[in-house]
């Protein structure tokens, strides 16, 4: 129980959609004013949509929810500290402008803006939005997830040679990474977008039954996670334990339902 009250579900996706309308979408293929630069390295890049989206939904979202705080990917990126509030007792928003920055960068339209709101590190409603095809994912926990307002389901279960789905190893110790990359030959076909919100999604409409992720940044999983259970799937860190957006080692897996996740694990883990 919380003890304050998650705002309504259309309002904060209306914030994210003229956001994504007026702060983000103007930059797209428009790399002459993308400002898009390196951070960490060639794989890790950011772009001014990145920081003018977050800095403009920042406000917004605090407003709609008196006492809360946010925590944006590039502010952390500047200041590692603002992570610590994924652990306290306020609300706090959890923001990533743009999910999908390489694709941005280079014309793709697969990207996407996330928003979760959690507290006390339990995620407690997400938002995916998709700007290029104005698909909008929304779940509160405990009331289901909908795209674009309908209730939606995921996937059912399906034989492991039939099940599709992102596994990357980009972010893994390399012997893991080969053992996950000879094992994921022997299940359905593999479809990695560089982008979690988009991976999400397909899960979401049922065009995908798996998704596996080595780097948990809460930005890039909390709220598709929550949209996730929300749809009747199941999720769990490597280790068999819940997923929660203040998890930052390891890694998640998400799949139709428990046995299904027992039995991926033990095939590509086991």
Not at 95 to 101: F, H, K, N, R
């Amino acid at each position: 129980m919380t003890s304050f009250q998650i705002p309504d579900v259309d309002r904060v996706s209306a914030i994210i959609r003229e956001v994504a309308e007026t702060e983000i979408l103007p930059y797209f293929r428009d790399l002459a004013n993308a400002g898009v630069r390196e951070k960490t390295g060639p794989g890790d890049l950011v772009t001014l949509a990145d920081e003018v989206g977050e800095r403009a939904l920042t406000p917004r979202l605090m407003e709609l929810l008196p006492g809360s705080t946010v925590v944006g990917e590039e502010a952390v990126s500047n200041d590692t500290s603002l992570l610590d509030r994924v652990h306290g007792d306020a609300p706090v928003w959890i923001i990533d402008p743009v999910d999908g920055t390489i694709n941005f960068a280079n014309g793709k339209p697969l990207f996407a803006v996330i928003v979760a709101l959690a507290a006390k590190g339990e995620t407690l409603a997400g938002w995916i939005y998709d700007p290029c095809d104005g698909r909008m994912a929304t779940a509160v926990k405990g009331q289901g997830a909908y795209l674009n307002g309908k209730r939606v389901h995921v996937a059912p279960a399906a034989p492991l040679p039939e099940m599709t789905g992102a596994l990357s190893t980009r972010f893994c110790e390399k012997a893991l990474g080969r053992q996950l990359d000879e094992r994921g030959k022997t299940l359905g076909p593999r479809v990695c977008l560089s982008s979690a919100a988009q991976e999400y999604l397909r899960l979401l409409d049922g065009r995908a039954h798996f998704s596996l992720y080595h780097r948990l940044m809460p930005w890039d999983h909390a709220a598709g996670v929550l949209l996730h259970a929300e749809a009747g799937g199941y999720s769990a860190l490597f280790n068999g334990e819940p997923y929660r957006p203040t998890a930052l080692g390891g890694g998640v897996m998400l799949a139709p339902d428990r046995e299904s996740w027992q039995a991926l694990h033990t095939h590509l883990f086991g």
